[in-house]
């Protein structure tokens, strides 16, 4: 599985690429997304992706100034290129950034999936050529080494995974031990800092993906920057310091606030968010939230939620590159149909209806 950054300062232009992407078949995974160059940056030096599918026309540091600086500092990155200008110079700087494609929008599904197909076989090749192991860019030139090494990995993001403090100290002991123990004159300075980097990624995969956390919410924006160049004793002490801060964001009460979870809905409108998704996340029972939620705003939380996605919908039916399947997929509603239903009963007109009479 590789993983992928999305820039652009529109969100529904973001939101677009994700609902075009073949992701699963592809093998491919959405990590991240950024409003413009500077926070893309910062993202890239988070997440780590293997491909980086970015605007041209961007706030803070626009995409030719963007392309510069990941051709210069993180060379490995696939990049692909989609602007809505037919414009030389970005054209010109996309080649010498060596951007793999130049999409101009709106481009179809095709099109982006194969930019994505030709990203993902690149890769792969590169994978096969700089190492035999496909899961951890560590090689010891030895099965047996290799196997181990995986092993205690493996152990590592277990005790993530369960927030065992315990745990997790044990497993760095048994790197270090193996350490010790197979390389009598210690390791050279190459496979020290990628045990480093491998080990500082699984802290922040297991951060995104399992509680959707960046290193920056975690540690602070300039501990989070210097991460992956952190001795093993101290990446230890961070994923101790990651698990509790976790586990006291589960133990707080005063979490739920009723602005932060309009606030989440209104940036995961268009994800299957539901009352018992959003009580998980918030750490609540699903009867808490609700009457919180009711007794707060006077409106059901999941009208709430079909409300924010009906005005979503409708500012998306105003574009006119924007089809009434994107709008659907955009907001929420893979079902096209259902998606008819809940427009009609919020504005007493089919989404057909609007977007013509918007169109005159």
Known sequence: MFNVLIIDDEP???????????????????????????????????LNPDIVITDMRMPAIDGIELLKRINTDFPSIKIIVMSGYDDFVYLKQAIASRALDYLLKPFDEAELNEALRKCREELKERRKTTSPLSITPVDFSSDALND?????????????????????????????????????????????VLIQEDYAELLVRFLNNHHHFSLSEVFGEDEAMVLKERPLHNLSLLCVRAIEWIQSRKKSKTRLTIDGVTAYIEKHYADPISLESIAQHFYVSKEHLSRAFKSTTGENLSDFIVR???????????????????????????????????????FGITPGEFKRRHEK
């Open 308 to 346: 924010i996605r009906m005005e979503k919908a409708k500012n998306l039916l105003e574009k006119a590159e924007i089809s009434i399947k994107h709008a659907a997929r955009l907001t929420g509603y893979p079902e096209l149909p259902y998606f008819h239903r809940v427009f009609k009963k919020q």
């Open 12 to 46: 529904w232009a973001r939101e677009v690429v994700k609902s075009l992407g073949a992701w699963d078949s592809l093998e491919l995974s959405v990590v991240g997304e950024a409003e413009d160059g500077k926070t893309g940056l910062r993202l890239i030096t988070e």
């Open 148 to 192: 181990r090494y995986l092993i205690l990995r493996q152990r590592a993001l277990a005790s993530l995974i369960e927030l065992d403090v315990p745990g997790i100290m044990q497993a760095f002991e048994q790197l270090n031990d193996f350490i010790s123990e197979e390389f009598e004159n210690g390791l050279d300075d190459e496979t020290k």
